[in-house]
T-cell receptor
Framework: AQSVTQPDIHITVSEGASLELRCNYS??????LFWYVQSPGQGLQLLLK??????LVQGIKGFEAEFKRSQSSFNLRKPSVHWSDAAEYFC???????????FGIGTKLQVIP | DTGVSQDPRHKITKRGQNVTFRCDPI?????LYWYRQTLGQGPEFLTY????????KSRLLSDRFSAERPKGSFSTLEIQRTEQGDSAMYLC??????????????????FGPGTRLTVL
């Protein structure tokens, strides 16, 4: 069964600092991977996705993520964090033949001045 | 395109009451999904429809839960005899697959704002 691990429940970074949120997945074949962001009381917004091809994918709001098959990872990065990036971030995986998306527990990002 | 909408945004009910939520997907989307998100957790898949057909149900969807999508457009999720454990955010998402129903890997799901249910 597919699963997602986000080892960091809560991360605090200073505004302007770089950010990396970790995500590890468990799935036998090549997965479809996603990062979503959720602001308080809001639904999920898709930041970026990986299906195939270039393992470094660019998303919205200056985010990028790198798929590393050998490490079963899909970490999210941003070179310079803005205060408006404070939110909860979810990594998700979907297997090729199924519609069900499995989400990680989420990482709550706090940005301090 | 107004996005996925959900109604109501918040619902407070007493244990044992029935509640119904509505989801309106993006107009041309033929797939509709329901997820549940409890505090401190990621969303968990409940069920999904292709047009009006309910194609998959999670084990989380007990017999007190029923979902419908009668005309292949909006969907309702009803919870009967609510329990305090049903308190959660209920998220709806929609996506578009090919007219032939063929699999498209870039079938990304667009989420609504959710309905927050509190059972007292």
């Amino acid at each position: 069964a597919q699963s997602v691990t986000q080892p960091d429940i809560h991360i605090t970074v200073s505004e302007g600092a770089s950010l990396e949120l970790r995500c590890n997945y468990s799935y036998g074949a090549t997965p479809y991977l996603f990062w979503y962001v959720q602001s308080p009381g809001q639904g999920l917004q898709l930041l970026l996705k990986y299906f195939s091809g270039d393992t470094l994918v660019q998303g919205i709001k200056g985010f990028e993520a790198e798929f590393k098959r050998s490490q079963s990872s899909f970490n999210l990065r941003k070179p310079s964090v803005h205060w408006s990036d404070a939110a909860e971030y979810f990594c998700a995986v979907r297997s090729g033949g199924y519609q069900k998306v499995t989400f990680g527990i989420g990482t709550k990002l706090q940005v301090i001045p | 395109d107004t996005g996925v909408s959900q109604d109501p945004r918040h619902k407070i009910t007493k244990r044992g009451q029935n509640v119904t939520f509505r989801c309106d997907p993006i107009s041309e989307h033929n797939r509709l999904y329901w997820y549940r998100q409890t505090l401190g957790q990621g969303p968990e898949f409940l069920t999904y429809f292709q047009n009006e057909a309910q194609l998959e149900k999670s084990r989380l969807l007990s017999d007190r839960f029923s979902a419908e999508r009668p005309k292949g457009s909006f969907s309702t999720l009803e919870i009967q005899r609510t329990e305090q454990g049903d308190s959660a955010m209920y998220l709806c998402a929609s996506s578009l697959v090919g007219a032939s129903g063929g699999y498209r890997p870039y079938n990304e799901q667009f989420f609504g704002p959710g309905t927050r249910l509190t059972v007292l």
